[in-house]
């Protein structure tokens, strides 16, 4: 069987090659393997990104990052997929990126050492946090403001308790099942979907 046909992405673009500054060079020439939409084929990264942040949701999230969760790859991968205007990293600075498949080189990310830094910085902005406690509230019985930012905690001890006494409120993903929660990558993607269909940011 021809490996190339099994080889994600496109190869070198056919000539005449399309114009624009958008266009790598490298890319055009050799071929485009990345993890991209059709649209941005063979584009720079600097204009994927530029592209990105012109169409970018109102929604924000923040990771507490306080010891090495896996998962954080996939919530910030999720925060790609939707759109979202920043992903806000709080803790550690570093965090493993496997997971988020190089999405993190499309968005704009801030790192904030400590949480009183992360309030600081988004000072006047909507926290809602994502937890199953008692006291949080549905996610289909609570209206997430539009201009939100939502709070996801590693997997295990979830948000912290800091955390949670700032946040305006706190929301769960009901279950049917006998697990007491999904893993944190899946509901930072069920919630982004939630509040994307709700303000009208799903196309069907």
Not at 2 to 15: I, S
């Amino acid at each position: 069987m021809n490996n190339e046909v099994n080889r994600v992405g496109v190869g070198p673009c056919p000539k005449p090659w399309p114009t624009g500054d958008e266009y790598d060079k490298y890319l055009l020439e050799n071929g485009d393997r990345r993890n991209v939409e059709d649209k941005y084929r063979y584009w720079k990264v600097e204009a994927i990104k530029a592209d990105l942040a012109k169409r970018a949701v109102p929604l924000e999230i923040a990771i507490e990052n306080w010891q090495h969760d896996f998962n954080i790859g996939t919530i910030v991968r999720n925060a790609n997929a939707f759109n979202v205007r920043a992903v806000h990293i709080i803790g550690r600075r570093h965090w493993n990126r496997r997971g988020a498949m190089v999405t993190d080189a499309y968005l704009t990310i801030h790192h904030h050492r400590t949480i009183d830094d992360f309030c600081i910085f988004t000072k006047g902005k909507v926290i809602i946090a994502v937890d199953n406690i008692p006291g949080a509230k549905s996610i289909y019985k609570y209206n997430i403001p539009k201009n939100s930012i939502l709070v996801f905690g590693a997997e295990g001890p979830g948000v912290s308790d800091e955390m949670i006494r700032i946040a305006k409120e706190t929301i769960f993903i009901p279950q049917r099942g006998s697990t007491r929660s999904v893993n944190v990558g899946v509901a930072s993607g069920i919630v982004l979907y939630k509040w994307s269909e709700a303000n009208g940011y799903i196309e069907y």
